[in-house]
């Protein structure tokens, strides 16, 4: 049960916004103009009544999917490699974090020019990114393989954690989130991607047998584990700490992937520790944010174009 609308109404001011400044330490904030403002009337890429706008408003679903999301795409040894080589997740994780959150929101609800500048930015990022795997395999970034399942893994995480502690989606919801969804990764540069469900369980099939723990894949999860990312304090109690928000993130993915990752744990502890954990986190967020100001520029933004003819003839009118 959460109390939290019985506090005293200045107490519960408090406790939101420390859930806000909290969620943003990490996550950056998403309220640049220039990115969800814009020309009156332009829907960016998905645009309203879309089921991306409605997940991607659900603060919890895109911050608990994170540590999934993460987790799989790098246990992928190529992206592994690249993330290892070249990535700057070691000095700089806020920024990583970050940016990662930006390219969510930016490319859901940004206007176009904004989210098509931001993919653009991205793909030749991905262009310089190349190298050799420790067993010897060639990568790149730019592979379609590797962008599609890098794209995939956030719409799987976000959608599993909606699901459980949001609502349930029917068919055609799950459906027309992932084309939705694709359309991004198609312009980020992926290849064959899931564009429904059943696309989706077919994918994963697919994509398994590739996917695998290496010393490389370690190394990450140990600095999971240290990041500053995560729990403030002594080092032995934020580690663990770290180490349950691990757990209790890839706990909405498949056994399968929870066992090679290594974090799999009992049912008992799913129960008792991380259910009631994660139903409380995600119904604190929703309650501190409401409607996020990403999806409240886009909607003002795209409001703008049905009282633009109004206006006009009220200054017709006037003159």
């Known amino acids: 049960m959460v109390l939290l609308p019985v506090l005293p109404e200045?107490?519960?001011?408090f406790v939101k916004q420390s859930l806000v400044d909290e969620y943003t330490r990490v996550s950056g904030r998403h309220d640049d103009p220039k990115v969800y403002g814009g020309p009156a009337g332009d829907p960016g890429l998905i645009g309203p009544g879309s089921v991306s706008w409605e997940l991607?408003?659900?603060?919890?679903?895109v911050g608990l999917a994170g540590v999934a999301a993460i987790t799989m795409e790098i246990l992928h040894p190529s992206v592994m490699a690249?993330?290892?080589d070249l990535s700057n997740y070691r000095t700089k994780p806020f920024e990583r974090a970050r940016n990662t959150a930006g390219y969510v929101f930016a490319t859901t609800f940004g206007n176009t020019d904004a989210a098509e500048g931001l993919i653009?930015?991205?793909?030749r990022m991905h262009e310089r990114v190349e190298g050799v795997r420790p067993d010897g395999t060639p990568y790149r970034a730019m592979d379609p393989t590797l962008i599609g399942w890098v794209h995939t893994c956030i719409p799987w995480g976000v959608m599993r954690i909606f699901e459980r502690y949001n609502r349930p989606?029917?068919?055609s919801e799950r459906d027309r989130y992932l084309a939705?969804?694709?359309?991004?990764g198609r312009k980020g540069g992926a290849g064959e991607i899931p564009v429904t469900a059943s696309d989706l369980e077919d994918y994963i099939d697919e994509m398994r047998p590739q996917l695998a723990v290496?010393?490389?894949?370690?190394?990450?999860?140990e600095f999971l584990l240290e990041s500053?990312?995560?729990?403030?304090?002594?080092?032995?109690l934020a580690r663990q700490i770290n180490r349950f928000d691990v757990h209790a993130g890839m706990s909405v993915m498949p056994d399968w992937a929870r066992r090679l990752a290594g974090f799999d744990h009992s049912p008992r502890f799913q129960r008792l520790a991380v259910e009631p954990y994660l139903r409380t986190v995600s119904r604190s967020l929703r309650w501190a944010f409401g409607v996020p100001p990403c999806r409240a520029m886009a909607e003002a933004r795209v409001a703008a174009a049905a009282q633009t003819p109004l206006r006009q003839a009220a200054v017709a009118s006037v003159a």
């Open 228 to 236: 500053p990312l995560g729990a403030k304090g002594p080092a032995p």
């Open 214 to 221: 290496n010393e490389q894949t370690r190394q990450f999860f």
């Open 120 to 123: 653009a930015r991205v793909r």
């Open 56 to 61: 991607h408003s659900d603060m919890s679903a």
């Open 180 to 184: 939705e969804q694709a359309i991004i």
């Open 10 to 13: 200045r107490a519960m001011n």
């Open 169 to 171: 989606l029917d068919p």
């Open 82 to 84: 690249g993330v290892h």
